[in-house]
């Protein structure tokens, strides 16, 4: 084998090793869930973006017009409003959903994720 065909098969197989090596980093961001503390330390920093949550269920709440329930997970816990089933409190589950302020007052920030819609 000549050396040109050498360093062209040893490129090509650098670049496979990195190409693979970017699609198991992305892939694995995705299985890492948003601290909520982070979303409830700057709300309008996260405002709009998609995130996926985790943690325990601590109540469930169902009104006439809207279902939410809280997620814990140990650095804060925030609203998750919902179109599915509501979860049982003490559940640990994993949501993903945008982030929506809801309203500012003062300093004061009410901050839901907006679960999205289970796919069929």
Known sequence: MRWSERVSLRTAAVAAGLFTCM?????????FATKIGDIQ??????????VTIAGKVTGTHNLLVVKYYQVDDGTGDIAVVTQSALPHEGDHVRVKGRVEQAFALGSAHVVVVVEAPPQR
């Open 41 to 50: 330390k700057a709300p309008g920093q996260w405002d709009g973006r998609t």
């Open 23 to 31: 699609a198991l980093v992305g892939g694995c961001a995705a299985l």
